[in-house]
Nanobody, 111 residues
Framework: QVQLVESGGGLVQPGGSLRLSCVAS????????MDWYRQAPGKERELVAS???????GYADSVKGRFTVSRDNAKNTLYLQMNSLMPEDTTVYYC?????WGQGTLVTVSS
């Protein structure tokens, strides 16, 4: 059974950077896409970034040019490099593999 564990969240000032990690345990296929989502209180979960098994990436308009998704298949790990963070990026970030979700990691952007 696959489990996902996110880490790397925390408090950062506007304009700062954070790198989130999502480590998968169990058997996962490198050919299957993995995604980063985020969900603010009272809002629907939003797709932030995706990486296909072939290495293609996609981003929400709100994070294009600031966030970069990457994947290390040898380590079963998905990353999200977040630069130029803004207060509106504050929320819980989740990774997803097929129907499996991690527990989330909180990112707070505040001065």
């Amino acid at each position: 059974q696959v489990q996902l564990v996110e880490s790397g969240g925390g408090l950062v000032q506007p304009g700062g950077s954070l790198r989130l990690s999502c480590v998968a345990s169990g058997r996962i296929l490198s050919t299957i896409s993995m995604d980063w989502y985020r969900q603010a209180p009272g809002k629907e979960r939003e797709l932030v970034a995706s990486m296909t098994g072939g290495g293609n990436t996609g981003y929400a308009d709100s994070v294009k040019g600031r966030f970069t998704v990457s994947r290390d298949n040898a380590k079963n790990t998905l990353y999200l490099q977040m630069n130029s963070l803004m207060p509106e990026d504050t929320t819980v970030y989740y990774c997803r593999y097929l129907r499996v979700w991690g527990q989330g990691t909180l990112v707070t952007v505040s001065s």
